[in-house]
């Protein structure tokens, strides 16, 4: 049984993808979007400026913007 994998894809201010830091893989769509919750603000103080959530690698949501003000 192939499990499904959900990863967040992190782009800086300008809109391109960053290989640093790299996110987990997680199994389900509720635990990715509950890492997020708890390390955004460390994603964005790594230059993130927008996570995007990809279920087997197709984006998923709209993309949530990692800004601290």
């Known amino acids: 049984m192939i499990r499904p994998q959900w990863e967040w894809a992190l ?14 893989v997680f199994t389900a769509q509720y635990d990715a ?3 997020l919750g708890e390390h955004w603000r ?12 990809l279920h087997d690698g197709t984006q998923a949501a709209p993309g949530v913007e990692l800004r601290t003000h």
Request: net charge negative.
């Open 11 to 24: 782009d800086d201010a300008e809109g391109r993808r960053l290989t640093e830091p790299v996110t987990p």
């Open 33 to 35: 979007e509950q890492w």
């Open 42 to 53: 460390e994603l964005a103080a790594a230059g993130a400026v927008q996570a995007s959530l």
